[in-house]
């Protein structure tokens, strides 16, 4: 388990990087971090292995606190910490079982054993074709995937993730979460994500907590924020491209919230039909997972209250998510 209680971060030329957060992540978990850039992330998972050392305020891990442990304690327990980052950070000289075996190297593991652990991960992340491969020859996905299996060389437990798909494509990055999903349940590793994209937290994750300016602004399971966020912040990074429409467009409008609903359910036709009152769809976005609906949709409602009324009527009594804007 990883506690951060009320943990800052003033750096000294006097810009405050984090300001009193509270996170508990627990055993097992993908635990996702969001904000848009200038908001902490990065400072606060420097933190969390203590790469960054917090101006006040603990770091818990497994109920260690690290800013009480000699530098050769916190050495030896950051050996439990991987880490990887959006720019992989390999060794360009060694090739993927090098990279592999470089952190078992420093914590003193034989070689015989150390390449064992190696070929083991590199089965893992599907890259045993890979072994005596450059990373120069390798692709940015397959960069990643070795970075990955350095970070968890020394069977760590918990694993730090700082942006590590914002250089991928998007199926690159499709195929990243899903080797940390992998990881996750069969491994059992606690996952750290920070990132400022929120399909990639929708993707993956069970909890997140939302940071602006430095400080917690939400935090909750992915399903509640997602559908319902409640700062300002967390409504932006949910529905970025619905703000362009609604600077656009006059009159009110609603979201309409999927959370898991079958997808097959025609909710727009049959309210339509209900309703007797035909509504614009300003903004869409949602997608089919294992047969329901998540995502949002973004209807203009018709200047007529009555008609305007009878779709929040029609909504409540189908108890369909929905928020007004």
Do not use: W
Request: glycine share 8%; hydrophobic share 40%.
């Amino acid at each position: 388990m990883i506690e951060l209680k009320n943990l800052s971060k003033t750096y000294p030329n006097g810009v405050t990087a984090l300001n009193d957060i509270n996170i508990t992540i627990n055993d097992g978990e993908i635990f996702g971090i969001i904000g848009l850039s200038g908001a902490g992330k990065s400072t606060l998972i420097r933190c969390i292995n203590y790469l960054e050392k917090p101006t006040s305020g603990d770091v818990i891990i497994d109920g260690q606190n690290l800013g009480e442990l000699s530098k050769k304690e916190l050495l030896k327990t950051r050996q439990n910490i991987g880490m990887i980052f959006q720019g992989f950070n390999l060794l360009s000289q060694r090739n993927v079982i090098g990279n592999i075996c470089y952190p078992l190297e420093i914590a003193g593991v034989k070689k015989v054993d150390a390449i064992k652990r190696a070929e083991e991960l590199l089965e893992l992340v599907g890259l045993t074709d890979k072994a005596k491969a450059y990373p120069s020859q390798l692709s940015g996905g397959q960069k990643q995937r070795v970075a990955i299996a350095r970070a968890l060389a020394a069977k760590t437990s918990y694993l730090l993730c700082d942006e590590a798909t914002s250089a991928l494509d998007p199926d690159t990055t499709s195929s990243i979460l899903e080797l940390m999903r992998k990881i996750n349940k069969t491994l059992g590793v606690t996952i750290v994500v920070i990132t400022h994209e929120m399909k990639v937290i929708d993707k993956i994750c069970d909890r997140v907590a939302v940071l602006d300016q430095s400080t917690v602004a939400e935090i909750g399971n992915v399903r509640d924020v997602f559908t319902t966020p409640k700062s300002a912040i967390a409504k932006k990074l949910v529905l970025p491209e619905a703000k362009a429409v609604e600077e656009i467009t006059g009159g009110k409008k609603i979201r309409i919230v999927f959370n898991g609903e079958n997808s097959f359910k025609p909710v727009i036709a049959n309210l339509v039909l209900e309703c007797g009152v035909p509504v614009n769809i300003l903004h869409a976005d949602t997608k089919d997972i294992d047969g329901k609906a998540f995502g949002q949709i973004l209807l203009g409602l018709p200047d007529d209250d009555r008609s305007a009324e009878r779709i929040r009527a029609y909504l409540n009594s189908n108890e369909i998510s929905y928020s007004e804007i």
